[in-house]
Structure formats: C-alpha cells, structure tokens
C-alpha cells in the first residue's frame, strides 16, 4: 500500500485511532512527493511538525526515480492532473502497491491502479480476515 497526502494528514488527529490503527496494520510506504506536500504545509503548528517528522522518518518512503518520472509524465498527458497526484499515482504504479487515498475519484480513471479508501472500508483499524 502507498498512502496519498491526505491520509497522512487525517492520521496526523488524534480522534482518527481507526485511520492510526489501519496504518500500523498495514505498514504502507509513502511517495517523497507526500513529504514534501505534508511537511510543506505552511500552517503547520510545532507538535504536528514533530509528529509529522517522526511518522516520515519511520516511514518507507519511495523515491522519485525515472522510472515514476516517466510514469507520471504519461498520466499527466493522457488526463489533466495535478503535478503531486501524477507522481503519487506513478509510485504505486512503478511499485506494485494500492493507492490508500480519500480522493478515490481522482485516481479511479488510471488503469491498472488500485484504489482503497479507508473511511469507505468496512470498518478502519479493526482486525478481520
């Protein structure tokens, strides 16, 4: 699994403990685009900055290589999109992994793309089979 920005973000309050729990279970990696997007944020207070810090230095979090490049770039010329949402989409396509994302329209055009969204799943951070 590769989580999208705003998933990182929802984790990041405290009332999300099914989101939180979602993600341990599942130990996804993340794109270095959702760093930048996430940690970019201009209006970040310092304890969200830290703990933000900290769930990226624990985090897996996947280059943006030649290969996502030319990925991206292909998406982008086949449908308008957002440059951040290309290269997102492009890493979870170079690697194999499902897009965890509250955006599922945006992506659910891409061939080949896997699409989950957490708050939509049966019941997030619960264990089943």
Do not use: C
């Not at 997007?37 to 943006?64: N, S």
């Amino acid at each position: 699994m590769l989580l999208d920005s705003n998933i990182i973000i929802y984790s990041a309050d405290p009332a999300q403990v099914g989101l939180q729990q979602f993600i341990v279970r599942h130990r996804p990696a993340v794109s270095a685009v959702s760093l930048v997007e996430v940690l970019g944020f201009h209006k970040l207070t310092a304890a969200d900055q830290k703990a933000l810090e900290d769930f990226f230095a624990a985090a897996i979090v996947l280059p943006i290589s030649p290969s996502v490049i030319d990925r991206a770039v292909l998406l982008r010329q086949a449908r308008k999109m957002a440059l951040g949402d290309a290269i997102i989409a492009a890493t979870a396509l170079v690697h194999g992994r499902t897009l965890v994302t509250r955006n599922v329209k945006d992506f659910s055009w891409i061939t080949g793309l896997s699409v989950l969204d957490p708050f939509a799943a049966p019941t997030p951070g619960t264990t089943g089979t």
